[in-house]
């Protein structure tokens, strides 16, 4: 059974242990997690879920290795290659954390002028990074924003769909805590309409149990903590109609304002970004850079001929924009259902291994139909 139904005196016990260092307090929050002392409402602004309300349909490939994502380093004749892509359904949420484990690979003393191979969200925190640092990365990319997967992600800070359980590595587990840590503290720098970042409340939704937090043999169990004021809801004190609501607190991150946020401070602090397609590993060779940062998404598949990247297609339907929603969803099932500026967005889909990527208009309608079920039910 998930600790989250301790009694609420374990939190007052906690927060009275004023010595408690930060972390430890971090860590033992899961086990409050039901002792929520903010008022909830039991209303919400309800999403208006209709068929002439479509704005868009969409189709994105997540880059997925049932390993995890990799971030080494190897030589390429006299090059470094740094790779850090394969992040699955969270590039958006693991970026900074895994850039951060990327440029540590990065040999001492090297030069100072560097490539990065990618422009979605990994290659650009990766060349912020190293700008801050005082590298000057040059980024090579065959598509820049729009037209990349990562603006077609969802964007909820959440590390989910990164790795099957069965394939976690010890190193692995210590490289994926460290980068949602790492990823969790950065964002918050970002929050605010600049950058497209927001804390909203994100309700996690069940017919059939309770929401059971990670267990500890879980990567995602070392996260869990990180999530503020989250809780357990019992009926009534929140507006959907199903028997079992989690609430806790996260970020959304906006792709299109974000990455344009991105790519415009990459620009201020005196970065280039070269369009260019890169056949094989090799024509990287050729490069006047030493230094490289492989952050090519599912395109590592073809570039580095890893096999173990494989899509999950996931295909997302927009609503009409409604401001007044303010909060997240997930569930039942597999819908979910972010409030973006550009759109209310509808998912889910998360199909393993196809490559196909035109709207279905089955999944369409399913989405549709599962989440006007939800919206249409609430108080
Ligand atoms: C429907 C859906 C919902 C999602 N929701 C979320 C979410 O809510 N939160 C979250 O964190 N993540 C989410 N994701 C996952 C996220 O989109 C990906 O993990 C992320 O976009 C991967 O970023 P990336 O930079 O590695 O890859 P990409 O965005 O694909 O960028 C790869 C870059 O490499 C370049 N490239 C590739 N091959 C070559 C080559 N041979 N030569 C030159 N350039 C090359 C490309 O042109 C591109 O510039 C979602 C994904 C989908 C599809």
């Known amino acids: 059974m998930s600790s989250m139904i301790r009694p609420i005196a374990t939190r007052r016990a906690f927060l009275s242990a004023s010595s408690l260092s930060l972390a430890a307090c971090a860590q033992r929050r899961t086990r409050i997690a039901t002792a929520l002392a903010a008022p909830i409402s039991p209303r919400a602004a309800r999403v208006r879920v209709s068929p002439d309300r479509v704005i868009r349909s969409t189709v994105g490939l997540r880059p997925f290795r049932p390993a995890g994502f990799v971030v080494r380093a190897e030589k390429l004749d006299t090059k470094t290659v740094i790779h850090n892509y394969g992040h699955g359904g969270a590039g958006i949420t693991l970026s900074w954390g895994t850039a951060q484990l990327a440029v540590d690979l990065a040999p001492r003393g090297s030069v100072r002028e560097c490539a990065v191979i990618g422009c979605g969200v990994v290659g650009l925190a990766t060349a912020r990074l190293l700008q801050e640092l005082g590298y000057s990365p040059t980024i090579y990319a065959r598509e820049m924003p729009p037209l990349t997967t990562s603006n077609l992600a969802g964007g909820l800070w959440e590390p989910v769909s990164v790795f099957d359980h069965a394939r976690v590595t010890p190193e692995f587990r210590r490289q994926f805590a460290e980068a949602a840590r790492t990823a ?49 809801l019992t009926a009534g004190r929140h507006p959907f109609d199903v028997p079992y609501a989690h609430r806790r607190h996260t970020m959304l991150i906006e792709p299109a304002i974000y990455l344009g946020a991105l790519i415009r401070d990459f620009y201020a602090a005196g970065g280039k970004i070269v369009i260019r397609e890169f056949a094989e590993a090799r024509e990287l060779t050729g490069l006047r850079e030493e230094l490289i940062f492989n952050c090519t998404g599912l395109g590592a598949r073809t570039l580095f001929g890893d096999s173990e990247l494989i899509p999950i297609r996931g295909q997302l339907v927009f609503l009409l924009p409604q401001p007044e929603v303010d909060y997240c969803t997930i569930g039942p099932g597999n819908i979910y259902m972010f409030p973006r500026r550009d759109g209310i967005l509808l998912g889910g889909s998360f199909d393993r291994d196809v490559w196909n990527t035109q709207p279905d208009p089955a999944t369409t309608e399913r989405i549709l139909r599962e989440n006007a079920a939800l919206f249409g039910s609430m108080r």
């Open 184 to 232: 969790f503290r950065r964002y918050q720098s970002f929050a605010g309409e600049p950058y497209g970042v927001r804390w909203l409340p994100l309700y996690t939704l069940a017919r059939d149990r309770a929401y059971i937090t990670p267990p500890p043999t879980s990567p995602n169990s070392e996260v869990e903590p990180l999530y503020p004021e989250a809780g357990q």
